[in-house]
């Protein structure tokens, strides 16, 4: 989508640099202000979510932390690199096993959950002014069902825990010698404990902070966004700016196969605004500068911190 949709976008290329020349530098500078807390809304999401378990995690940690996770993500594994990468660094730190382990998935679930919902007024705005594509309904129904699905797994399975942890070892088992490999029950028993125990401590009232920082996270995010458009002279109204900002970046997050979602984000983005009547020559700057501040540069921070991080020593307990 980026190549069909962005790239074409190029031939006004005069008329967008006309737009960066023009872009009001307080806006800019807003933009650029509401990215450096949507981060500081991370790093508190990790504190939070550290908190729970009774530990302590300073901010600027968390913050730290965060950024080093998402580079090393975008290299190894996605989601998976990202929450192996927090666990080994929150353990070498003096974090135990419980808050690390919540550490490394908690703060997706939170931010998924928080597009997910924007995601929905955004198919809402598409329905009334007739902008919704089939392929664009087929795959949030599809993104619907499998989130369902793990809800409805996790939500059962529960109340009849040993029930839950005796199939989910047979499904690992099944797993695992198709793909010829050794299997230890042990691990998965943990696992599945430790996500219960953390669904516990949530249930208790710890899902407020935690909740708290994914709202700052991507409320600033979208601040960024917001402020580029009106950089450009064209303030959209917020139907439109939480259209196209929460069906990409759920898709992104969902194409497990492209980490940081390149392409799929900036390729839907582009899609939905013009289809919304943002000119070319606008979108294409906002879009691209955009995940500039939002992706490419805390990337690249992400990485000598991911070193400084792999050699550190910082024990906070």
Known sequence: MAVHIILPQFTTLENSVHVIRTMVLWAVLISVGAQ????????????????????????????????????????????????????????????????????????????????????????????????????????????????????????????????????AIGSASHLAKLSHRPYTPNTTEEAVSKMFDSAYLLRSGGWRGPAVGAVINTGFDMMTLYFLFVATGHSVSPGVLLTGYGLPLLFGKMAFLIPGGVGIVEGTMAALYSGLGVQSSIMVVVILVYRMFSFWLPTLIGFPLAAYLQHSKNNFN
């Open 36 to 167: 450096i807390v949507s981060y500081f809304g991370s790093g508190y999401l990790l504190k939070e979510t550290v908190a729970v378990t009774g530990q302590r995690l300073p901010l600027i940690w968390g913050v730290i932390i965060t950024l080093a996770a998402s580079s090393i993500a975008l290299i190894a594994g996605g989601m998976v690199g990202n929450a192996a990468a927090v666990y080994k660094w929150m353990q070498k730190m003096g974090i135990r096993k419980e808050g690390a382990g919540m550490a490394g998935t908690l703060p997706s679930f939170y931010n998924n959950a928080i597009l997910f919902i924007l995601s929905i007024f955004g198919m809402i705005h598409l329905l009334i002014v007739h902008q919704l594509s089939t392929l664009q309904l087929i795959t949030f129904i599809a993104i619907l069902l499998v989130m369902g699905l793990f809800a409805g797994l996790f939500i059962g399975g529960y109340g009849h825990r040993q029930k839950f942890i005796s199939i």
